[in-house]
């Protein structure tokens, strides 16, 4: 069972079981959500999909943390234009206006960054925009569920955590103001 003081978008009387995904409910005001000592993460695509997939599990807590205006996302526009491309799949069963509300959420309320190219080879070539963002942004972490795709960024000392690393993080995180 989900802490209930956790932050999250999901209506309460969600049906144990159920296949169909709830539409998200989104905190307001937004006014509130620009703080600037909110911690700064990039969020792989398979997290932000597991997310919203199984929302009591720690990917869920993460994307919960973003929709409370807890943590801010930096992307770019091939961060974006992947979130695009993949959260819409038919085989995930969301909510089409649910996904297009979300994707425009992270695109106002995401940091946009102009990540230079590091040079680097990674596993997948497609992770390599979540490694410049993250670097060019100073996030404090990537979170991804494919931490071996990231172990250059090392190099440029970004933090690699899985969403129940960083949820573990997040209560000393909360004390101390992002940089």
């Known amino acids: 069972m989900k802490d209930p003081s956790w932050p999250s978008p999901w209506p309460p009387n969600r049906e144990v079981g159920s296949t169909?995904?709830?539409p998200f409910r989104f905190p307001l005001p937004i006014d509130d959500r620009r703080a600037t000592d909110r911690h700064a993460c990039v969020l792989d695509t398979n997290v932000?999909?597991?997310g919203l997939l199984n929302p009591d599990a720690n990917p869920g807590r993460v994307v919960d943390l973003f929709l409370a205006g807890e943590v801010t996302l930096l992307v770019d526009d091939r961060i974006l234009a992947e979130y695009r491309a993949v959260l819409p799949k038919p085989k995930f069963g969301f909510d089409t206006s649910s996904v297009s509300d979300l994707l425009?959420?992270?695109e106002a309320e995401g940091v946009r960054v102009t990540a230079q190219p590091l040079g680097i080879a990674v596993p997948d070539a497609r992770d390599l925009p979540f490694v410049e963002v993250a670097v060019e942004g100073e996030a404090e972490a990537i979170v991804t569920g494919h931490a071996r795709h990231f172990r250059e960024s090392k190099r440029f000392s970004v933090r690699v955590e899985t969403p129940a690393e960083f949820?573990?993080?997040w209560p000393q995180r909360r004390r101390t103001p992002n940089r």
């Open 20 to 22: 169909k995904k709830p």
């Open 167 to 169: 949820v573990r993080r």
């Open 104 to 106: 425009d959420l992270i």
């Open 48 to 50: 932000l999909v597991s």
